[in-house]
């Protein structure tokens, strides 16, 4: 097949469409892990309640790990969406003889900007939390929830006791 014919169509509507659905996917990339710890929260607070059963206190952290796999699957997928949907736009801008929007110019664009510069000043004492993957730094926080939700089944059933509160204890009942 001559070279021509692997080239991609210059078609606006494809590259339109094509930057939706990378924004479609990497929105989604987002708001997965936003509102998993929504959840997380809530299960969390049945699950360490003083005055939880052992059956809340298992089911709600055996939900925990569900949601904490559940996101994280949903997460990567949507990573793996939105890196090819990526790829295909560098390609097509490289057809077009403009690959300044996505990938790698564009990541080396963004990465050269300090977000704590001021006036052109660099502030003193920044944590260089800016060059982290924002995409592995949430995946290892969701994965800590699944770690704590894991201690705390280890807990209820091997050391019931240390979830629980004493009854002559400082820390107030319900309904007091």
Not at 91 to 106: A, D, Q, R, V
Request: charged share 20%; with cysteine.
């Amino acid at each position: 097949m001559p070279p021509e014919e692997n080239r991609l169509k210059v078609d606006p509507a494809v590259y339109e469409a094509a930057a939706h659905r990378r924004n479609h996917h990497d929105a989604l990339l987002w708001q997965a892990p936003a509102m998993s710890l929504t959840g997380q929260a809530f299960l969390f607070t049945i699950a360490l309640d003083a005055a939880s059963s052992l059956a809340a206190r298992l089911i709600a952290s055996i939900l925990s790990l569900v949601v904490t796999v559940c996101t994280m699957t949903l997460m990567a997928r949507s990573r793996q969406a939105e890196m090819a949907d990526t790829d295909f736009l560098v390609e097509f801008e490289k057809e077009l003889g403009n690959g300044k929007h996505h990938g790698p110019l564009w990541s080396a664009k963004r990465n050269a900007k300090d977000p704590f510069e001021r006036n052109g000043q660099a502030l003193e004492g920044r944590a260089g939390l800016h060059r982290l993957s924002i995409f592995w730094a949430w995946f290892t926080g969701l994965a800590t929830f699944g770690f704590a939700a894991l201690v705390i089944i280890l807990l209820a059933l091997c050391f019931p006791d240390v979830l629980s509160v004493e009854p002559n204890s400082a820390a107030p009942t319900r309904g007091t």
